[in-house]
């Protein structure tokens, strides 16, 4: 008797643990992306064409609803950018430029416009989407004409975007991106910020308070659901 319990009992718990480890398995998403990065601030009002690099993306998405996604990423980019790109004044005298690479990570929420992956069917298998995230990150320097530039510039983000995701198979879907990172209450990511030293040549004093640092992605992206197939199988209870 006590035997018959006990293996029931087993059989109860390996059953519920299945079942919460399927419904769980279908609410994770992981993917990634590779495109294009370019950069605006200080040295460039505007990204530039000859400035644009590469960037990538990792990603995992909790979904909440088919509307609601939590995700978090992880996003490198190479950025550069150079006066010598602009003809104001103020490019021409001051001739700075730099170079470096970022590396953010970010959570935050994503909202689908439409109910994706409600049900196999035409409606439900697209849809534009628009998300925004708080992280972190930090900016190795390769190359700039500042003098002293911090040693290594970091900074609070705020990474928002747009995109579309298309699902072309079970398990795959795949979208394009646009994002922007922008760096909060810091100036300095880009090595090239006003510099009140008197100690410090004057052209690296000038710049425009208003131009703030931002970081641009545009790219390809390529997702994977977690999700069985088959459902899973309940234990025979004697």
Not at 14 to 41: C, E, H, N, P
Not at 94 to 114: C, D, K, P
Request: aromatic share 16%; with cysteine.
């Amino acid at each position: 008797m006590k035997i018959t319990f006990l293996k029931n009992t087993i059989l109860t718990l390996l059953l519920f643990i299945s079942a919460t480890t399927y419904s769980l398995a279908q609410d994770w998403i992981v993917g990634g992306g590779v495109g294009l990065a370019a950069y605006a601030g200080d040295v460039s009002p505007l990204p530039h064409p000859l400035d644009y690099r590469v960037g990538v993306k990792g990603f995992a998405k909790y979904k909440i609803n088919n509307f609601f996604h939590w995700r978090t990423d992880l996003h490198v980019a190479w950025n550069t950018g150079s006066d010598s790109r602009w003809d104001k004044q103020l490019h021409k005298t001051r001739q700075a430029s730099f170079e470096n690479v970022m590396i953010n990570a970010a959570t935050g929420f994503e909202y689908n416009f439409l109910g994706f992956r409600q049900k196999k069917n035409k409606r439900d298998s697209f849809t534009p989407y628009f998300f925004m995230e708080l992280g972190a990150g930090v900016f190795p320097i390769i190359q700039t004409t500042t003098t002293n530039p911090p040693s290594l510039p970091w900074a609070v983000t705020l990474p928002f975007g747009v995109g579309f995701k298309k699902r072309i198979s079970t398990h795959w879907d795949f979208g394009m991106e646009l994002s922007i990172t922008k760096p909060l209450w810091s100036d300095t990511t880009d090595t090239i910020y006003r510099d009140e030293d008197p100690n410090v040549p004057i052209n690296e004093r000038l710049t425009f308070p208003t131009w703030r640092d931002n970081y641009y992605f545009l790219g390809f992206t390529w997702s994977y659901n977690i999700i069985n197939v088959n459902c899973p199988k309940s234990p025979r209870l004697n």
